[in-house]
């Protein structure tokens, strides 16, 4: 557990902010407050691993924080008035939090148990350096198949599309090997690779990869550059600002190419900004308000909460077995397990009318609910951050052998790491990619293994 209660911890500054926070939010409840103090300290040694390891356990916890925690508490502290009925807190605080806190909690708790020194987390810098000596021609090959994948995926469906998802992500892999494995940086790969994951963003009106991908990737740099804490604050400020950014303009967006048909790209964005700034600043409280409803995810919860058991009985396992089944499965053994999205399951317990185009998902959080009530969900939520801390503990102990799998744990967990998406995505996303390197490992063990290296 020291990976979540580290040695050094500014604590008066903590306690400061805090007070700082109870002062400037008087009407704020305690158990508000309690979701801010939790969540300031998981952002806090978050921000203090960047640039020591890849700090998957820290993401989790912290992505779990702004969507169950910092949302809700803004929404039940004035935002909420601003929002469409249907994405208002349909229950109390005290009825939300009192599963979602300790829900949340159980689930970091479950992140850092047998975490040891960061298992899973912490690169070879020398054994990766050498790999990229030995295998020049690796990170190229990464490169060369993520962004074939990443083409070529757009023209499947279902679960085949998926395998060319998965593949897409190797391009990152390539990158890092670059990043960690060459002395002078290699600014072409560094360009082809951020510019394809842009251009694709930008062209679907999807950011959450840009994002993650953003965020892993700064992290290889830290690692490899130690970044000190001035330069970590500067980055930090820059990414919050324009995640900030593409959060509030994200729907004028996709209007705008979508119905509109305006063509899809970053000149598109950067012009409805611009008329939006000039309109009544990107950054009003209105915007900033409006826009609260992106990263709460608490409010699916209270529609759950509101429609189970009232409307829909508990689930009693029975979804949480098709989740299973349609993660672990292949469509040809299941043909009838849950798709990706699937909005029947999503209505049907969270009572949400869903209009063409629109897509949510009921989260782990929603899901732990519907099948198990709340005693039943916080303790599946703990199991769920234990299982999580297992894989990265199975990669840690198989890097002893092959290093370089530390830093394909950024290709399976970019999209567990979000709270916002299916249960069955998630797991899929998880089961399939660790399948996928299992296979590769095997099929080029030799080229794969440590390095023997002299000093």
Known sequence: MKTLFPDKFNWPAYFLTIIFVRILFLGMGWLSLVAIMIALYQFIILFNSISTIIPTRHLLGSFMCVQFFIGPVLAYNGLDEYQYFM????????????????????????LHINSGKYQGEVVDLKQIEAFVKKNKKIPYLFIIIGLFSSIVGTYFSNDL?????????????????????????????????????????????????????????????AIKYKFDFKIKLIGLSTFIVFAVVLQVLKGNYRAVTGVEKEKAGVETFAEIYQ?????????????????????????????????????????????????????????????????????????????????????????????????FGIAGGIVFMFLFGAFYSYVLNVFQKNARQFPILILFTAMVFYYPIRPDCELQTILGHLFKSCFLIFMMIQTWKHTFKAQNITD
């Open 87 to 110: 994405y208002k807190m349909r229950i109390s605080e005290a009825a939300y939090f009192q599963y979602a806190l300790p829900a949340v909690t159980l689930f970091i708790i479950g």
């Open 275 to 371: 008329k939006e700034n000039e309109k009544k600043g990107v950054f009003s409280f209105e915007n900033l308000a409006t826009s609260n409803v992106r990263i709460n995810q608490g409010f699916i919860i209270t529609n759950i909460m509101t429609n189970v058991p009232d409307k829909v009985e508990h689930a009693n396992g029975s979804e949480m077995y098709q989740i299973l089944e349609a993660a672990i499965l292949p469509r040809i053994l299941a043909p009838n397990k849950l798709n990706a999205g699937d909005r029947t399951i999503f209505v049907k317990y969270s009572g949400i009318p869903l209009t063409e185009g629109t897509s949510m998902g009921l989260s782990s959080l929603g899901d732990a609910y519907i099948n």
């Open 161 to 221: 599309a998926f395998v060319f998802y998965l593949l897409g992500s190797l391009k990152f892999i390539g990158l890092f090997l670059f990043i960690i494995g060459t002395k002078r940086l290699q600014v072409l790969p560094l360009i082809v690779v951020i510019g394809s994951i842009i251009s694709s963003s930008f062209g679907n009106g999807m950011f959450h990869d840009l994002l993650t991908w953003i965020i892993y990737s700064a992290s290889i740099f």
